[in-house]
Structure formats: structure tokens, C-alpha cells
């Protein structure tokens, strides 16, 4: 009985392995970096698979139907390799993806996709803010993000900005955001001229920012602790891209003239007063 079953067993066995083979390589991309975490699979079989190791190297068992490995992997384009029998070890180089991502998000800690974001970001592109004429880059985000209140403090040019993000968060604090420029934190403190608040960011020019994203929610502490309690307004500006020199220009005209203007008496006429 032991002899049958001993017998029955390695013909059930040797049915199992019958026509498959085992294909080797590695994944790497079109710089030579190998790939770690790789997925291969059948085309026919998407149970059969397996993954390439630190070093982008795998191992796979095949079935002697399988004519297609299909190789994916996170950020680049899957891939679909014809095999064959007398093929035992393949290289395979795969290239990143060129479909359109998702619009990227800046966030306090890293980026995000904009689809898989839950915070509350508001997003000005530097074409929502550069046909703006203003004296400062926070008047341009005057009416653009809700939630965002912009007020100045007085009439004047260099005249300070007070920035309320969703209200008014303290009654004796300061209540003004936290300005971040590539990453640097701002000191956005008034100064103070002839007794009038000043803007201290007039420096910033707006044809020269790329993005703003405005940190409205509690993520924004995330990492700038109690600095962020008011919000975080986080500023990209333009850096320098491979393509051809350009060339842009950006001005403004207007006119202006007192108006309410105070009619004073000439000498004759101050005399008669008198």
C-alpha cells in the first residue's frame, strides 16, 4: 500500500513540474539603476508572479503556456516581454512614465497629489497673479482664495498688510500667517515708519513668484508648530529651466490726480476775512 501511494505521489509530482521553466535577469532603467521592488507577472496568469530584490534581480517559474511577462512598477510604464522556451535569463529596462500626473500640491511636509489631498490648500499659479498691478505680491491674492481676508492697515505704497486666514485666530496675539520663501520662513513683522506700519515684503517681486499655496487647516502645524497657528502661506518663486532663452516684460501705466482738493484764500481775500 505504502509502494502505490509512494508511486501515485511522484507521478503527481512530476505532472506538476512537467513544462514549466525558470527565467532569471534583472530590471533597471535606461540609466542602469536597477530596480528593487519590481513586480513580474504571466500575461495569461496574474497569480504566477514575483518581485525583484535589492539588487533588481528575480527568479521566475513559468508555465509552458506562458508566452508574455508583463513588468510593472510605481512611476513607470508597464512593460511586456515576450518569452519563449529556450530564453532562461532576460534584462529588462523599463522607462518612466510620460502620462500626465496629477497637479502637485505643496505642502508643509513634502508634495502631494492633488487628488489624494484632503487638506485645505488654496493654489495661485503665477498666471493668477501676474497681470495684477500691485505694490506687493499679498494684494494679488486679494479674491482668490476663500477663507483668505486681506486688508491694509493705510493708504500708503509701502503701507502694511494685515492677512486674517479664516478669521482672527488670537485676541492680544498677532493673527498674520507665516510666510515661507523656498522653504525659508519669512519674518513678517510690520515695521514701523513715523508711527505707520510697513510692509517688510515689498521686496518680493510677483513677476518673480511661481506658485502660492496657502496652508488654511490645522496640517499646517504639522511642522512649523505654533508659527503655523494662523496659517502658512508658502511661496515658490522661478528658477531656471532647460529651454531657450526668453525674454519677458512686465509693466504698468496710470494716472492719478488729487481729488477733494482744499480751496485756500489768496491775501485779498484772507484780509477781508479777517
Given at each position: 500500500m505504502n509502494r502505490v501511494f509512494t508511486i501515485v505521489f511522484s507521478l503527481l509530482m512530476c505532472g506538476?513540474?512537467?513544462?514549466?521553466?525558470?527565467?532569471?535577469?534583472?530590471?533597471?532603467?535606461?540609466?542602469?539603476?536597477?530596480?528593487?521592488?519590481?513586480t513580474l507577472t504571466e500575461k495569461d496568469n496574474?497569480?504566477?508572479?514575483?518581485?525583484?530584490?535589492?539588487?533588481?534581480?528575480?527568479?521566475?517559474?513559468?508555465?509552458?503556456?506562458?508566452?508574455?511577462?508583463?513588468?510593472?512598477?510605481?512611476?513607470?510604464?508597464?512593460?511586456?516581454?515576450?518569452?519563449?522556451?529556450?530564453?532562461?535569463?532576460?534584462?529588462?529596462?523599463?522607462e518612466e512614465s510620460t502620462n500626465l500626473m496629477d497637479e502637485i500640491m505643496v505642502v508643509g511636509y513634502g508634495n502631494s497629489?492633488?487628488?489624494?489631498?484632503?487638506?485645505?490648500?488654496?493654489?495661485?499659479?503665477?498666471?493668477?497673479?501676474?497681470?495684477?498691478a500691485v505694490s506687493n505680491f499679498q494684494s494679488t491674492m486679494s479674491g482668490k482664495a476663500a477663507g483668505v481676508r486681506?486688508?491694509?492697515?493705510?493708504?500708503?505704497?509701502?503701507?502694511?498688510?494685515?492677512?486674517?486666514?479664516?478669521?482672527?485666530?488670537?485676541?492680544?496675539?498677532?493673527?498674520?500667517?507665516l510666510y515661507v520663501l523656498d522653504g525659508m520662513p519669512l519674518i513678517n513683522t510690520d515695521e514701523s515708519s513715523n508711527g505707520a506700519p510697513m510692509n517688510?515684503?515689498?521686496?518680493?517681486?510677483?513677476?518673480?513668484?511661481?506658485?502660492?499655496d496657502i496652508l488654511k487647516d490645522a496640517s499646517s502645524a504639522a511642522i512649523y508648530g505654533a508659527r503655523g497657528a494662523n496659517g502658512v502661506i508658502l511661496i515658490t518663486t522661478k528658477s531656471g529651466k532647460a529651454s531657450k532663452p526668453t525674454v519677458s516684460l512686465s509693466m504698468s501705466t496710470g494716472i492719478s490726480q488729487p481729488t477733494n482738493l482744499v480751496k485756500w484764500l489768496n491775501s485779498k481775500e484772507y484780509v477781508e476775512l479777517f
Open positions: 506538476s513540474a512537467y513544462g514549466q521553466w525558470q527565467i532569471t535577469g534583472t530590471v533597471s532603467d535606461p540609466l542602469g539603476n536597477t530596480i528593487p521592488g519590481a496574474q497569480n504566477n508572479g514575483t518581485i525583484t530584490n535589492a539588487s533588481g534581480q528575480f527568479q521566475i517559474l513559468v508555465s509552458d503556456a506562458a508566452k508574455v511577462l508583463i513588468v510593472s512598477y510605481i512611476g513607470f510604464s508597464t512593460k511586456e516581454i515576450v518569452i519563449s522556451k529556450n530564453v532562461k535569463n532576460i534584462n529588462i529596462i523599463i497629489s492633488k487628488r489624494a489631498l484632503t487638506d485645505n490648500i488654496a493654489k495661485l499659479k503665477s498666471k493668477d497673479i501676474s497681470d495684477i486681506i486688508n491694509a492697515t493705510n493708504g500708503k505704497v509701502d503701507g502694511g498688510i494685515n492677512i486674517s486666514v479664516r478669521g482672527t485666530a488670537s485676541i492680544s496675539a498677532s493673527s498674520q500667517p517688510p515684503l515689498l521686496s518680493l517681486n510677483p513677476n518673480e513668484i511661481e506658485s502660492i
